[in-house]
């Protein structure tokens, strides 16, 4: 069973950061990407960042320069940096990891942390 325990989120006033981590138990980050969703009620929920084992990073174009996604393999940690927070950022913030498909061949999204509340306010 993989666990994923996010922590961090908060409130905060726009143009404020938070940074959220998450521990993973039970997952090993060296195959396949690990990363950030969020959501909104009412909306599908969101990829905002990807990082894979080898330090490749990405990130979707609505926090491309305000958010920053990075790992640290000696606490097999990963965070979120979220700076230049907007109202539009307050979702329910997750943390995510892929694992090989059922066939072995592909990496797909399969666990979700608990989930995190960040609001932002004006």
């Known amino acids: 069973q993989v666990d994923l325990v996010e922590s961090g989120g908060g409130s905060v006033q726009a143009g404020g950061s938070l940074k959220l981590s998450c521990t993973h138990e039970?997952?090993?980050?060296?195959?396949?990407?690990m990363g950030w969703y969020r959501q909104v009620p009412g909306k599908e929920r969101e990829l905002l960042s990807s990082i894979q084992p080898d330090g490749t990073i990405t990130y979707v174009d609505s926090v491309k320069g305000r958010f920053t996604t990075s790992y640290d393999k000696i606490n097999k940690t990963l965070y979120l940096q979220m700076d230049g927070l907007k109202t539009e950022d307050t979702a329910v913030y997750y943390c995510?990891?892929?694992?090989?498909?059922?066939?072995?061949?592909?990496?797909?999204?399969?666990?979700w942390g608990q989930g995190t509340q960040v609001t932002v306010s004006s």
């Open positions: 039970n997952y090993i980050f060296s195959s396949c990407a």
């Open positions: 995510a990891a892929q694992g090989y498909d059922s066939g072995g061949w592909y990496c797909r999204w399969r666990w």
